[in-house]
Every structure is written in structure tokens, then in C-alpha cells.
């Protein structure tokens, strides 16, 4: 599945913060009063009062997204098995396009060929910059 396709985003700005701030503590209110509760959270949708049913992890990742939005940052989805150009895998990094290559060409991250062209697991780069992390800090 190639990114540009699979990313949702919404830039900062796009939405009121003060909206998505009263939003998130709605959405912590309510896990907050039901932290035992598995699946499903019953939200009500506002424009036709009806409710809407949402597994609890979505409701989880709705509010983590809320919480960035009320911070003024913009937010991207990205499913998790998205494949990245050696481009948007460099960006994800922080390092230049011929650092990731090479990286790529030691075996450091997986990719694989399409055509002429490497595509990275978004998994892969993510598992990468963990890894790197935790060395850093050490």
C-alpha cells in the first residue's frame, strides 16, 4: 500500500483547538468513569442524536489525536503496514535521503524493489527509530 494513498492529515489550524480541547475532556471523562468497560463506547453524534458505536481503542486514539489538535499540531494517520519512498522514510528519520540508502544497503532497515525504486515498511523505520532512540539515550 503505498503512503500518499493510506495518509490522513489535518494540518494545524484546521481545527479549533479550543473545540478539540473540549472534545478530549469529554472523551476522558468518559474513559475515565469506565476505565474497567471493554468494547464498545457509545458516543452520541450531535448532528442527528443518534448514537454511534466505536471500539475503545479507537475512542483511545481519538482522544490522542484530540490532544494534539488542542495543541495546535496538525496530526497524520498512516495504517501501520503503509510503505514509505526512501523520501518520506529519510523525513520520518531526520536524516538525509544518502544516509537512509545506506542504511538501507546494509541491511540496517528492510526494503523492498519496486522497479528501480526501494520501498521501506513504515514498521521497519518505526522499529529503526525506537532502536536508535534507546541507544541515543544510553
Do not use: F, N, W
Not at 3 to 16: K, L, N
Request: net charge neutral.
Amino acid at each position: 500500500m503505498a503512503v500518499r494513498s493510506a495518509v490522513r492529515s489535518v494540518e494545524p489550524g484546521e481545527v479549533d483547538a479550543e473545540e478539540a480541547e473540549r472534545a478530549l475532556r469529554r472523551i476522558k471523562d468518559c474513559l475515565g468513569r469506565h476505565p474497567e468497560e471493554p468494547d464498545p463506547i457509545e458516543v452520541l453524534v450531535e448532528c442527528d442524536g443518534r448514537a454511534l458505536v466505536l471500539p475503545r481503542p479507537a475512542v483511545t486514539l481519538l482522544a490522542q489525536i484530540l490532544g494534539q489538535l488542542a495543541e495546535g499540531r496538525g496530526v497524520s494517520i498512516v495504517p501501520s503496514e503503509a510503505e514509505l519512498t526512501t523520501q518520506q522514510a529519510a523525513e520520518l528519520l531526520g536524516v538525509s535521503r544518502p544516509y537512509l540508502i545506506g542504511l538501507l544497503d546494509s541491511g540496517a532497515i528492510p526494503c523492498r524493489k519496486v522497479g528501480r525504486h526501494r520501498r521501506v515498511p513504515l514498521s521497519a523505520v518505526l522499529t529503526y527509530k525506537r532502536a536508535d532512540d534507546e541507544q541515543r539515550r544510553r
